[in-house]
Protein backbone atom coordinates (compact mmCIF):
# COMPACT_ATOMS: atom_id res chain seq x y z
CA UNK A 1 0.00 0.00 0.00
CA UNK A 2 1.24 3.51 -1.57
CA UNK A 3 1.30 5.54 2.23
CA UNK A 4 3.24 7.80 4.53
CA UNK A 5 3.22 7.76 8.35
CA UNK A 6 4.21 10.47 10.50
CA UNK A 7 6.18 9.87 14.07
CA UNK A 8 7.79 11.34 16.82
CA UNK A 9 5.36 14.14 17.81
CA UNK A 10 4.27 14.91 21.42
CA UNK A 11 4.61 17.64 24.12
CA UNK A 12 7.86 19.28 24.33
CA UNK A 13 8.87 22.68 26.37
CA UNK A 14 10.02 26.01 24.53
CA UNK A 15 13.63 25.79 23.54
CA UNK A 16 13.62 22.24 22.89
CA UNK A 17 13.82 20.08 20.28
CA UNK A 18 12.01 17.19 18.49
CA UNK A 19 12.92 14.75 15.90
CA UNK A 20 9.71 14.05 13.68
CA UNK A 21 9.83 10.62 11.07
CA UNK A 22 7.84 10.13 7.84
CA UNK A 23 8.15 6.15 7.22
CA UNK A 24 7.34 5.88 3.12
CA UNK A 25 6.09 2.56 1.83
CA UNK A 26 4.33 1.18 -1.55
CA UNK A 27 6.93 3.48 -4.13
CA UNK A 28 10.25 4.69 -4.08
CA UNK A 29 11.27 7.61 -2.17
CA UNK A 30 14.73 8.42 -3.68
CA UNK A 31 12.50 9.71 -6.51
CA UNK A 32 10.63 12.29 -4.85
CA UNK A 33 10.85 15.60 -3.45
CA UNK A 34 9.03 15.47 0.01
CA UNK A 35 7.86 18.40 2.45
CA UNK A 36 6.78 18.98 5.75
CA UNK A 37 3.35 21.28 6.13
CA UNK A 38 2.48 21.96 9.35
CA UNK A 39 -1.09 23.06 10.41
CA UNK A 40 -1.84 25.38 13.95
CA UNK A 41 -4.96 24.37 15.80
CA UNK A 42 -7.80 26.17 13.99
CA UNK A 43 -5.40 27.72 11.46
CA UNK A 44 -4.66 27.39 7.89
CA UNK A 45 -1.75 24.74 6.41
CA UNK A 46 1.60 26.33 6.14
CA UNK A 47 4.28 24.82 4.16
CA UNK A 48 7.89 24.70 6.35
CA UNK A 49 10.44 22.86 4.40
CA UNK A 50 11.43 20.48 1.23
CA UNK A 51 14.01 17.88 0.05
CA UNK A 52 14.88 16.88 -3.37
CA UNK A 53 15.10 13.25 -4.07
CA UNK A 54 18.68 13.16 -3.22
CA UNK A 55 18.55 15.47 0.21
CA UNK A 56 20.83 17.69 -1.84
CA UNK A 57 18.60 20.56 -1.73
CA UNK A 58 16.67 21.77 0.81
CA UNK A 59 14.53 24.68 1.71
CA UNK A 60 12.61 26.10 4.67
CA UNK A 61 10.19 28.52 5.49
CA UNK A 62 11.37 31.91 6.87
CA UNK A 63 9.65 31.19 10.07
CA UNK A 64 11.06 27.30 10.84
CA UNK A 65 14.83 28.55 9.31
CA UNK A 66 18.22 27.60 11.40
CA UNK A 67 15.98 25.90 13.69
CA UNK A 68 14.37 23.43 11.66
CA UNK A 69 16.22 20.92 9.60
CA UNK A 70 15.00 18.43 6.97
CA UNK A 71 16.92 15.59 5.68
CA UNK A 72 15.84 12.14 4.20
CA UNK A 73 17.75 8.56 4.47
CA UNK A 74 16.16 6.66 0.97
CA UNK A 75 18.21 3.51 2.02
CA UNK A 76 15.74 3.50 5.11
CA UNK A 77 12.73 4.71 2.79
CA UNK A 78 12.10 8.12 5.81
CA UNK A 79 11.89 11.50 6.05
CA UNK A 80 12.80 13.12 8.94
CA UNK A 81 12.42 16.88 10.65
CA UNK A 82 14.55 17.86 12.94
CA UNK A 83 13.41 20.85 14.94
CA UNK A 84 15.22 22.68 17.54
CA UNK A 85 14.87 25.71 19.43
CA UNK A 86 10.97 24.97 19.65
CA UNK A 87 8.26 27.97 20.46
CA UNK A 88 5.39 27.88 21.15
CA UNK A 89 4.31 29.51 17.73
CA UNK A 90 5.53 25.66 16.68
CA UNK A 91 2.23 23.82 17.58
CA UNK A 92 0.60 22.32 14.77
CA UNK A 93 0.14 19.04 13.43
CA UNK A 94 3.12 18.28 11.03
CA UNK A 95 2.53 16.22 7.69
CA UNK A 96 4.67 14.91 5.64
CA UNK A 97 4.15 14.78 1.58
CA UNK A 98 5.07 13.64 -1.43
CA UNK A 99 6.19 15.45 -4.64
CA UNK A 100 5.13 15.26 -8.13
CA UNK A 101 9.05 14.78 -8.96
CA UNK A 102 12.34 14.44 -8.24
CA UNK A 103 12.79 18.45 -7.05
CA UNK A 104 11.01 20.87 -5.69
CA UNK A 105 10.58 23.05 -8.88
CA UNK A 106 8.27 25.17 -10.83
CA UNK A 107 5.03 23.44 -11.00
CA UNK A 108 5.11 20.50 -8.27
CA UNK A 109 2.43 19.81 -6.30
CA UNK A 110 1.72 17.53 -3.38
CA UNK A 111 -0.98 14.31 -3.99
CA UNK A 112 0.08 11.68 -1.25
CA UNK A 113 0.30 12.78 2.48
CA UNK A 114 0.07 11.52 5.83
CA UNK A 115 -2.10 11.60 8.69
CA UNK A 116 -0.13 14.23 10.60
CA UNK A 117 1.44 14.00 14.26
CA UNK A 118 0.80 17.03 16.63
CA UNK A 119 3.59 18.62 17.98
CA UNK A 120 2.59 20.59 21.22
CA UNK A 121 5.26 23.34 22.74
CA UNK A 122 4.48 24.23 26.17
CA UNK A 123 5.45 27.74 27.67
CA UNK B 1 7.42 35.54 -0.70
CA UNK B 2 4.61 35.36 -3.08
CA UNK B 3 0.96 36.04 -0.88
CA UNK B 4 -1.69 33.68 -1.74
CA UNK B 5 -5.35 35.23 -1.00
CA UNK B 6 -8.47 33.32 -1.01
CA UNK B 7 -12.21 34.62 -1.75
CA UNK B 8 -14.17 34.27 0.23
CA UNK B 9 -12.77 32.76 3.68
CA UNK B 10 -16.39 30.96 4.11
CA UNK B 11 -19.40 30.09 1.91
CA UNK B 12 -22.48 28.96 3.04
CA UNK B 13 -24.46 26.96 0.44
CA UNK B 14 -26.69 24.43 -0.48
CA UNK B 15 -26.79 20.60 -2.80
CA UNK B 16 -26.82 21.25 -6.04
CA UNK B 17 -25.38 24.46 -5.44
CA UNK B 18 -22.55 25.26 -8.05
CA UNK B 19 -20.00 26.94 -5.98
CA UNK B 20 -16.65 29.11 -7.14
CA UNK B 21 -13.70 30.35 -4.87
CA UNK B 22 -11.09 32.43 -6.39
CA UNK B 23 -7.36 32.40 -5.15
CA UNK B 24 -5.17 35.75 -6.31
CA UNK B 25 -1.27 35.42 -6.14
CA UNK B 26 0.80 38.66 -5.27
CA UNK B 27 2.70 38.13 -8.23
CA UNK B 28 2.40 35.82 -11.28
CA UNK B 29 2.97 32.28 -10.87
CA UNK B 30 1.86 31.08 -14.60
CA UNK B 31 -0.55 27.94 -14.19
CA UNK B 32 1.68 26.41 -10.88
CA UNK B 33 -1.46 26.64 -8.60
CA UNK B 34 -2.71 23.57 -7.01
CA UNK B 35 -6.03 23.10 -5.27
CA UNK B 36 -6.50 20.76 -2.22
CA UNK B 37 -9.52 19.61 -0.27
CA UNK B 38 -9.59 19.30 3.77
CA UNK B 39 -11.87 17.86 5.92
CA UNK B 40 -11.67 18.47 9.96
CA UNK B 41 -9.19 16.05 11.25
CA UNK B 42 -7.68 14.71 8.15
CA UNK B 43 -4.91 15.01 5.79
CA UNK B 44 -5.22 17.60 2.82
CA UNK B 45 -6.61 15.60 -0.40
CA UNK B 46 -4.96 17.01 -4.00
CA UNK B 47 -8.15 18.17 -6.10
CA UNK B 48 -6.71 19.72 -8.95
CA UNK B 49 -2.91 21.18 -10.21
CA UNK B 50 -1.70 23.15 -12.71
CA UNK B 51 -4.39 25.31 -11.97
CA UNK B 52 -6.72 23.20 -14.35
CA UNK B 53 -5.50 19.36 -14.21
CA UNK B 54 -7.83 16.98 -12.63
CA UNK B 55 -6.08 14.42 -10.08
CA UNK B 56 -6.71 11.18 -10.79
CA UNK B 57 -10.08 10.10 -8.96
CA UNK B 58 -11.43 13.56 -8.26
CA UNK B 59 -15.01 13.51 -9.42
CA UNK B 60 -15.56 15.64 -12.71
CA UNK B 61 -17.55 18.08 -10.83
CA UNK B 62 -14.17 19.94 -9.77
CA UNK B 63 -12.68 22.19 -12.09
CA UNK B 64 -9.93 24.87 -12.08
CA UNK B 65 -9.13 27.67 -13.99
CA UNK B 66 -6.73 30.66 -14.72
CA UNK B 67 -3.19 31.36 -15.39
CA UNK B 68 -0.96 34.43 -14.10
CA UNK B 69 -2.22 36.31 -10.85
CA UNK B 70 -5.98 34.95 -10.44
CA UNK B 71 -7.21 31.32 -10.61
CA UNK B 72 -11.11 29.78 -9.62
CA UNK B 73 -11.81 26.90 -8.39
CA UNK B 74 -15.43 25.33 -9.33
CA UNK B 75 -17.17 23.05 -7.93
CA UNK B 76 -20.38 22.25 -10.42
CA UNK B 77 -23.45 20.61 -8.34
CA UNK B 78 -22.18 20.51 -4.79
CA UNK B 79 -22.54 16.85 -2.71
CA UNK B 80 -22.84 16.10 0.33
CA UNK B 81 -19.46 14.72 0.39
CA UNK B 82 -18.01 18.70 -0.80
CA UNK B 83 -18.35 20.45 2.72
CA UNK B 84 -15.03 21.06 3.53
CA UNK B 85 -12.33 23.84 3.54
CA UNK B 86 -10.38 24.24 0.21
CA UNK B 87 -6.85 25.76 -0.46
CA UNK B 88 -4.94 26.76 -3.08
CA UNK B 89 -1.11 26.44 -3.21
CA UNK B 90 1.75 28.12 -5.55
CA UNK B 91 4.50 25.82 -6.53
CA UNK B 92 5.96 28.97 -8.92
CA UNK B 93 8.42 29.50 -6.46
CA UNK B 94 9.92 28.48 -2.59
CA UNK B 95 8.32 29.00 -0.26
CA UNK B 96 5.28 27.27 -1.64
CA UNK B 97 2.58 29.25 0.15
CA UNK B 98 -1.13 28.35 0.46
CA UNK B 99 -4.23 30.16 0.51
CA UNK B 100 -5.62 31.21 4.08
CA UNK B 101 -8.57 28.82 2.62
CA UNK B 102 -12.26 29.02 2.27
CA UNK B 103 -14.59 27.26 4.51
CA UNK B 104 -17.38 25.88 2.48
CA UNK B 105 -20.60 25.08 4.95
CA UNK B 106 -24.11 23.81 4.42
CA UNK B 107 -26.53 26.31 4.40
Not at chain 1, 53 to 70: C, E, L, N, P, W
Not at chain 2, 21 to 37: G, H, V
Not at chain 2, 75 to 82: G, T
Not at chain 2, 84 to 100: E, I, K, R, V, W
Amino acid sequence: EVQLVESGGGLVQSGGSLRLSCAASGFTLSSYAMSWVRQAPGKGLEWVSVISGSGASTYSADSVKGRFIVSRDNTKNTLYLQMNSLRAEDTAVYYCAKGSTFYYGSGSYYSLWGRGTLVTVSS
Amino acid sequence: DIQMTQSPSSLSASVGDRVTITCRASQSINNYLNWYQQKPGKAPKLLIYAASSLQSGVPSRFSGSGSGTDFTLTISSLQPEDFATYYCQQSYSTPQTFGQGTNLEIK
